[in-house]
């Protein structure tokens, strides 16, 4: 894992600059740093030393130094690219996987540069011959590359602020990133909060000539049957286990390949307790497992399931019990996110970053095995909401009626998420699935934010249109990878991780496993309320029973009562003071409103941490 920046300017100018830009992205890689030089060039690369701790110091070139690559991320099937460039006369300077960038764009245009890659990445390659810049990034977007261009200069970086360290690029709030960021919890790519800087889509390489031409393609796309001729897999459901199991020990298997200390998160899921399983049967020693937990008393801690399974497996367990500072973590959290961040779970993930590194430098993480399998209750929620159209409304006003004078715990908590289903009824799919989405509701966000925007809506339906043709599930799961992957799950392990030097590695995202999951028939991931059937059934001989019927639990943490406890004086004299920057963006009464509903007895948590990290940022920036 690294940071990578470069700059490149038609005139010549600035590119000195390229050493502020890299000293932003030190905690990504804090081992060591490199600078490429070309003509009107400059790539800078801090170091993660992971493989090949010899050798692999940045910048690496190809064998004439005419082309210079920096690299972020881990490529897995970088020995067999490393073979068969050997064999066609390419010569190797170092033994990892970086240098192998280099030889093949001696030979490939983007586009191929980019499938023949397999692994996590975010890069940049100068062709001095060509007088051109590459910028590529992987399929499902665990490494993120965000640039700005005024048409003579472009600069980039793995963070934004290391695009913000040159001082040509303008600091402008984007106007229509608020109401963007009320839906969503972040700003859809390609779009930032900062006006001008663009987050390179994932699966698409950009090309920069020496013209100043910039031209962006796209390179893979995840398989959606019914779509683009991709049919369903002909398989049953036995067979699907099988392979399931090959491609996911397969994925394990190259991902265990370190020459520093390596672990896995073991969190108690199903993902994460079938992957330390995997790892365990592939390790000739003991694997170093972690877990985090909170002494908070409301059902938000899971370290008895993860317990179970490193004793089931004997791992080299160490749980972390942590009670933290919370109102200093949300500036920290917010200054490495570069942007707000509505996901509230960015709080435990930046902890268990911290306190792993403590011990390994690399991780295991379930990540992605929701995403391809169809892990969430919401996907359960979507074929429920379709009977329910059916319906007559009478029936279901009655039904609503009923459930609002529940109490919200009761049913383990359901009581709000039959409301929330119950409400939908009336709602076009897209736009029923992200309301159970949204940190903050719809009722609350007319009445908090006056601009009517409505463009990252239209892009989520227009995503949604793309994929008719295809079964509802796969629908879904197509709409998730594009959206709540990208800009949510994979942004928050990647900020969290690289906060502390931490490389976290996902094999539920590897390629074959993910493109195989995908092109299941939808009843081998959901049928009746069982979510993630093919995985389970796999994974029956690997973890307790118990384990495999429990309900799923977020990565979450308990904000209803923090809200009105530890955290209430502090986000009081931040989002309701008359001197609070988001008054300037939201309703200052609507703001204030929403703090006293919560305090009251209603649970708007998540809203209330959506708007405490904006105005965090907004702070930060001076807005």
């Known amino acids: ?111 191929e540069l980019g499938r023949r890659l397999q692994g996590m990445f975010a890069f940049a390659v100068w062709d001095e011959r060509r007088r051109r810049l590459i910028l590529g990034r992987d399929r499902f977007g665990k490494k993120p590359l965000y640039y700005w261009s005024d048409g003579t200069r472009f600069v980039f970086g793995s963070e934004i602020k290391a695009v913000l360290a040159d001082p040509r690029v303008p600091r402008s709030l984007d106007p229509l990133a608020v109401p963007a960021y009320l839906s969503f919890g972040y700003v859809p790519t390609p779009r930032t909060f900062f006006e001008g800087v663009t987050s390179l889509p994932p699966a698409h390489v950009l090309t920069l000539t020496e013209d100043g031409e910039t031209r962006i393609e796209r390179y893979w796309r995840a398989p959606l049957p019914g779509v683009d001729g991709c049919d369903v897999m002909d398989l049953t459901f036995d067979e699907a286990c099988e392979e399931i199991r090959r491609l996911l020990s397969d994925a394990v298997a190259r991902r265990m390949v370190a020459d520093v200390g390596l672990g896995a998160f073991l969190s108690g899921g199903v993902d994460s307790s079938v992957m330390v399983a995997l790892m365990a049967r592939l390790s000739p020693g003991a694997v170093r497992t972690f877990t985090i937990g909170f002494d908070d008393g409301d059902g938000f801690d899971e370290r008895p399931y993860a317990e179970e399974v490193a004793k089931l497996y004997s791992t080299d367990h160490t749980t972390f019990v942590v009670d933290p500072d919370r109102a200093e973590l949300v500036e920290r959290l917010v200054w490495h996110h570069d942007q707000p961040f509505g996901d509230s779970s960015a709080l435990p993930t930046f902890l268990l970053c911290q306190l792993t590194r403590e011990h390994v430098t690399v991780a295991l993480a379930g990540d992605g095995g929701d995403e391809i399998f169809g892990g969430y209750e919401r996907f359960v929620a979507a ?90 599930l796969d629908r879904l799961l197509a709409l998730n990878l594009d959206t709540y992957l990208v800009d949510d799950l994979l942004v928050k392990v990647d900020r969290m991780a690289m906060a502390h030097g931490l490389e976290v590695r996902s094999p539920y995202l590897d390629t074959a496993l993910a493109e195989f999951a995908l092109r299941l028939p939808p009843r081998f991931k959901v049928r ?81 941490w959506a708007l405490l990290t904006l105005e965090t940022f907004l702070r930060q920036h001076g807005w």
């Open 383 to 472: 074929r429920i909401l379709d009977s329910l159209r059916h319906v007559p409304n009478p029936v279901l006003n009655g039904a609503r009626s009923v459930v609002t004078r529940l109490p919200p715990t009761l049913f383990h908590g359901r009581v709000r998420s039959l409301d929330r289903l119950l409400s939908s009824t009336s709602q076009p799919m897209p736009d029923a699935y992200l309301g159970w989405l949204s940190c903050v509701p719809d009722s609350w966000r007319h009445r908090l934010c006056p601009s009517t925007s409505d463009w990252a809506r239209d892009l989520y339906r227009e995503q949604w249109a793309a994929t008719a043709g295809a079964a509802g």
């Open 1 to 111: 894992m690294c940071g990578i920046a470069g700059v490149v300017d038609l005139r010549g100018a600035g590119l000195d600059m390229v050493g502020d830009q890299v000293a932003t992205l030190e905690h990504r890689g804090p081992d060591s740093a490199g600078v490429f030089a070309g003509s009107h060039t400059r790539l800078a690369q801090s170091r993660l030393a992971v493989i090949d701790l010899a050798t692999g110091d940045p910048p690496l070139t190809d064998e004439t130094g005419s082309i210079g690559v920096v690299f972020n991320g881990e490529l897995y099937n970088f020995r067999e690219l490393r073979h068969d460039l050997s064999l066609q006369g390419h010569r190797f300077t170092s033994a990892g996987d970086t240098e192998v960038i280099a030889h093949l764009a001696e030979d490939l245009e983007p586009v």
């Open 528 to 608: 009746g309320l069982t979510r993630k059937r093919a995985l389970r059934a796999m994974a029956r001989d690997l973890v307790p029973p118990a384990l495999l019927r429990r309900r799923k639990r977020g990565f979450g943490v308990p904000l209803d009562r923090w809200f009105r406890t530890d955290l209430r004086s502090y986000a009081e004299a931040r989002l309701c003071a008359d001197e609070a920057s988001i008054n300037d963006h939201l309703r200052p009464d609507g703001v204030r409103d929403l703090f006293a509903e919560h305090q009251s007895g209603a649970n708007r948590g998540h809203a209330l």
